[in-house]
């Protein structure tokens, strides 16, 4: 294991630095903007500024990359989501936050697209595998304890966003200083929406609803828990359960789908996270410590469904089409995420709170009822031709260098399109 990881620790700790400071970033300013009489919806349109900023930053991000190198656009990316935090203390307009967010996810794309470049540079066929699943286990608990920080001060205090920003800002010091060399130039990939639609319209759409449902989940959940119960803790518990569920439940998802169709295992995910956003919908009104044990199972559903789409749409893929295909899988589900928060702001704002998990379930239903309509028109794939489960979640996050120029001729797209589910 150490030589595993001695090649990457210094960029593995900046990881757990910076999304340790995003994670408390994340909720503290849904509970604080609740606070501050935004608004549902309000708080709805500054998750989907982050979402919009994010995929602005897997399109033109990378670019800043081929100009001047990794070390230097991840320092810059760093400084500036740093500044980024403490302003939102200095300035409390609804207006401004919604374009700092914006701001705070192009700098959160960029730099995921640095880390995992440079990960997958340093990581040798037979290693790769085991460093992507370390960071996948940095990631997901690195951000629960940023939640769990929100207990640390009041939400209305200064303390938290300067605690966020101190965090991204050493984030930084592991990386300026390596004496490892910098990972090489990018290659460019062109994304081609109709194509991927067409090998595979159950992963595509199962992306696209997964930001819609995942979206809405990170910008207003801590708004649902606040209003259940005011207790800042309660709400840093609540965002805590379900992450570290859907981290248990995505790899034992994953295993079984490589053994039965994915698409089955897809629908049973979704309607398990939409009878879990049931019951969070109406659970909080009859029995409250009952929310913690729903959260959890919507985790478990929830979360593993993006990989698992992104794994069934590489099963129709050619052999070199990875990267392509997390790279616009990822801008369909940002396009979702920049959707679903507005959708769901307006459901909790004229019906209550209550139904941002009525809405989610929703979605889930449809995804459901989607793949199984597709089931219909076409075999599974043979369990010999499918890529492994954790191939895919390898290159699920991977944010590229994408050409945004217009889009290549999609004749052969078609062609493959027309018989794939």
Known sequence: ?????????????????????????????????QLEDFGSLSIGILGSFYFAGFALGCLLG???????????????????????????????????????????????????MVIESWLNEK????????????????????????????????????????????????????????????????????????YLYGISPAGFVGCFAVGL????????????????DGDVSAIAIFMSVAVIAGAIGQYPMGRLSDKIDRRKVIIFACLGAAASGI???????????????AAAFF????????????????????????????????????????????IASMAMRFFGTDMLFAYTAVVHLLVAAFIIVRMRKREA????????????VRVAQTVSCIDTSSEPNDDTASDLGSSKD
């Open 1 to 33: 294991m150490p030589s595993v990881i001695a090649p990457v620790a210094a960029l593995l700790l900046s990881v757990a630095l910076l999304l340790m400071g995003n994670g408390l970033q994340g909720t503290l300013l849904p509970v604080r903007a």
């Open 62 to 112: 990378p670019k800043a990359v081929q100009r001047v190198g990794h070390i230097r656009v991840f320092t810059a990316m760093v400084s500036i989501a740093s500044t980024i935090s403490i302003l939102h203390s200095m300035v409390v307009q609804p207006e401004l936050w919604w374009f700092f967010r914006g701001i705070t996810g192009f700098c959160f794309a960029t730099l995921y």
């Open 123 to 194: 990581s040798t066929n037979e290693k790769r595998g085991m460093i992507f699943s370390i960071y996948t286990v940095i990631n997901l608990s690195v951000i629960t304890v940023g939640q769990m920080m929100l207990t640390f001060a009041s939400p209305l205090s200064f303390t938290l966003f300067g605690l966020a920003s101190i965090l991204v800002s050493v984030a930084a010091v592991p990386i300026a200083m390596t004496c490892a060399p910098a990972p090489q130039p990018l290659t460019v990939v062109k994304i081609r929406p109709k």
């Open 213 to 228: 449902a995942n979206g809405s989940f990170w910008s207003l959940a801590p708004v649902f828990a606040q209003r259940a």
């Open 279 to 293: 019951s969070l919908t109406v659970v909080g009104n009859y029995w409250e410590p009952g929310i913690l044990i």
């Open 299 to 342: 985790g478990l559903f929830a979360f593993p469904v993006y990989a698992l789409c992104v794994a069934h749409l590489n099963d129709n893929v050619e052999a070199d089409g990875f990267v392509e295909a997390a790279s616009g899988l990822l801008l369909i589900f940002a396009a979702g995420a920049v959707i679903g928060p507005l």
């Open 381 to 392: 794939t043979p369990i010999d031709e499918r890529v492994q489960f954790d191939d895919s």
